[in-house]
Structures are given as structure tokens and as C-alpha cells.
């Protein structure tokens, strides 16, 4: 029986530890070959040319690294790279739907199982899409609530700012009996049990885009943040 030819991983990350413990754990096993850039170093290359991008089957980098090797790909760069997987230690419901949107293939959160960190790399290498157990669940989780009304946001809005309900009674114009009442829905929807609970989720999932803390976005990422409230993206472990 014929052995498959290794994988060629290539590991830009912003944390060197991380991009070393990347390549330890996956040059631990015949089935990777793996190379390792620090990004600081390919500024302006997101795209690996000549002999050296035939030999990249997949990859792994840090959320912007990922976004600034496929953002240099497609019909209209006329450039063609292997997939990316983000390997990051955070993953909120838009920053993945975002990279999703923007042509990453895979995500996976730091602390991940050593045998899932191996197979979500050889599935993205093959062209297949992976989120991790904990990123899928996280996008599950942000789906599953029902979603807020206007009012609802509003008032999750200003709960972001720390305002308290006679000041969001204030500021919305309503009764305090109706801000009480919107902040218990709130809460409830968002399965949060405090204030600080529910504004701490609601960053995780994206539901403040319209909020001070976001407006220094850029205008697509503001959107997915938009879109992640509505839900309706299939997830998975693999696609």
C-alpha cells in the first residue's frame, strides 16, 4: 500500500511561541512537512510565489495573517494560494464568519486536542472547510438564542455602556417598568444571568456592531457582526 505524500504546512503567526509549538507538534508526525514564517517578516508577500508556493498545501497562521494570505488570492489579484486555517485564541461567532467570508477555509482555538489540531489541517490541505469543536459550538450557541428585538438591542447597547435603567428609561424615552422588561428578555435570550454576563456575551457573539466599541470597525467586519445576530450559518466540525 502506497503511503500519501506528507502535507506541506506553512505557519505564519504573530505569537512565536505558538507558530513553535505549532511546528513541534505537527513535524512530530510523518504525515506534515512544515515550514515557518514569522509575519513580520512577509509584509507584502501574502502570497508565497515560485517553487516555494507549490510546496504550501495549507496555512496556519493567526487570524490576520490568515485574512491577509487569502485577501491576496482570487480572480481579481490573478494569484492562487493554498488554503488558510486560523489558529487563534479567541474565536467570536463574527470574527469567524468573517474570515469565512473573506475565503478562510478553517478555525481552530488554541488549547484544541493535539489529534483535532492534525486533522483540521489535513482536511483544510484537501479542501475541505473545519471549525473546531469549540468554535462550532460557539457559532451553535449564538444561533440557538432567539434573536433580540430593536428595543431589545438599544437597550443592550447602552447596558454595554454602563448605563443603568433609569438612565436607559432616560435616554430611550420609555418607563423604567419597560426597561426592567427588556433587560430581563434580554438576559434571558441571551441564557446571560447579570448585566456584565449578558454584555460579555453579546461581544462573543457580535451583537454590539452598532455600539461605540465597534464603530472604529472596518465597514465589512461591522457587517458580519450585523449578520451573526440574524444566525442561519451551518456549522460543523468539517464541511
Known sequence: MNTPPPVHVLIRHDDALVAAGLSAVLSASPAFVVRVEHPRHTVGHACTTGPAAAAVDVLVADHGSAIAW??????????????????????????VRHAMRLGVRGYLLQGCPVDELMLGVARVASGFGFLGRSVAQCMAEGMMHAALTLREREVLALLAEGLCNKAIARDLGIALGTVKTHVKSVLDKLGATTRTHAVVLAAKRGLLADT??????????????????????LVGMAA
Open 70 to 95: 487569502v485577501s491576496g488570492s482570487g480572480p481579481r489579484t490573478g494569484r492562487v494560494t493554498a488554503p488558510a486555517l486560523v489558529f487563534a485564541s479567541i474565536g467570536r461567532e463574527w470574527e
Open 212 to 233: 461605540p466599541m465597534a464603530q472604529g470597525l472596518p465597514a465589512g467586519v461591522r457587517s458580519d457582526m450585523n449578520d451573526a445576530q440574524a444566525g442561519g450559518w
